[in-house]
């Protein structure tokens, strides 16, 4: 991930709606990519990867991309609920250190009611 | 199946004193992480351990030192604490080439 400083981006959508966050990697040589999901005061919780041999990844209500070319990633939440307001991080593995990840700054969601 | 344990939850220090971060993992990952997270930022890799027995460093080591005393605990020690590091810091576990579990973080205030 990149680091954008201080000021997170901030998605609002309304409840029910899709959301989509993107993130963008450095790395061409990052073969691993994870979505993070933190709520205020608690750790990080995984909630979908790919790997670089794919380009896309269902899981329950979110869908992950990943376009090597332009070294993007986005997370897809179908029917966002309140419940998903959270920071969303995404983190990309790169070869020279093996499993360890690289986070992004993250992106704030907001879901409204 | 309690995953990933730190403690202490929060922990207040002076400039100068010294402390140890413990984190323990039951469910059998061979490796570990610690990582600080400061405000509006990402998680930075202070150091990790591959593997029990051996330990290295990650983007952000200075001022902190590592011990993984066993499979299932690695602990993280401040020598000297100074303000710069006061953040959240999160101990996490993994199998390579498998996604990170993480602890709930402690939160650390040096005045």
């Known amino acids: 991930g990149e680091s954008v400083g201080l000021h997170l981006p901030t998605l609002s959508v309304q409840e029910g709606d899709n959301s989509i966050i993107n993130c963008a990697y450095s790395?061409?040589?990052?073969?691993?990519f994870i979505w993070y999901k933190q709520e205020s005061g608690k750790g990080p919780q995984f909630i979908i990867d790919?790997?670089?041999?794919?380009d896309k990844r269902q899981g329950q209500r979110v869908t992950v991309l990943l376009n090597k070319t332009v070294k993007h990633l986005s997370l897809q939440i179908a029917a966002t609920q309140p419940g998903d307001s959270a920071v969303y991080f995404c983190?990309?593995?790169?070869?020279?250190?093996?499993?360890?990840?690289?986070f992004g700054a993250g992106t704030i969601l907001r879901v409204k009611s | 199946n309690a995953g990933v344990t730190q403690t202490p939850k929060f922990q207040v220090l002076k400039t100068g004193q010294s402390m140890t971060l413990q984190c323990a993992q039951d469910?059998?990952?061979?490796?570990m992480y610690w990582y600080r997270q400061d405000p509006g930022m990402g998680l930075r890799l202070i150091y990790y351990?591959?593997?029990?027995?051996?330990?290295d460093k990650g983007e952000v080591p200075n001022g902190y030192n590592v011990s993984r005393l066993n499979k299932r605990e690695f602990s993280l020690r401040l020598e000297s604490a100074a303000p710069s590091q006061t953040s959240v810091y999160f101990c996490?576990?993994?199998?390579?080439?498998?996604?990170?579990?993480f602890g709930s973080g402690t939160r650390l205030t040096v005045v």
């Open positions: 996490a576990s993994s199998e390579l080439g498998r996604a990170e579990t």
């Open positions: 790395n061409s040589a990052s073969d691993y």
């Open positions: 790919i790997r670089s041999n794919m």
């Open positions: 983190a990309d593995s790169r070869g020279e250190y093996g499993n360890k990840l690289v």
């Open positions: 469910m059998n990952h061979n490796s």
């Open positions: 351990s591959a593997s029990e027995g051996t330990t």
